[in-house]
């Protein structure tokens, strides 16, 4: 049974490729390989690269552990002229 083959149609792929081998000295499958861990990992990082994503998830899921016909409505506080009680 032959090896697994990875088959990549880019004349520029190619070139970089073997740039890179060249400079390294690796072999251009671990080459591949390395890059497509990288490309994984910061795939997989990106959701933190943006804070304020972090915070849209927590209220979301805050959100689904309130109540139905819960609001934030503080009229037991105020008079019928909207003045504190």
């Known amino acids: 049974m032959s ?3 990875l088959s990549i149609r880019s004349s520029k792929a190619r ?3 073997h740039a890179l081998s ?3 000295g690796q072999p251009i ?3 591949v390989e390395l890059a497509l861990e990288h490309y ?3 795939l997989r990082q990106e959701k933190t690269r943006y804070p304020m994503d972090a915070v ?3 209220a979301a ?3 689904r ?3 139905p016909g819960t609001t934030s409505a503080h009229d037991e506080f105020y008079d019928e002229n909207g003045l504190p009680i």
Do not use: K
Request: net charge negative; hydrophobic share 25%.
């Open 61 to 63: 899921e805050d959100r």
């Open 56 to 58: 849209w998830d927590l």
């Open 15 to 17: 070139d970089l490729a």
């Open 29 to 31: 499958n671990r080459l």
């Open 3 to 5: 090896e697994p083959q």
């Open 65 to 67: 552990n309130i109540p």
């Open 22 to 24: 060249r400079r390294t």
């Open 40 to 42: 994984d990992r910061e």
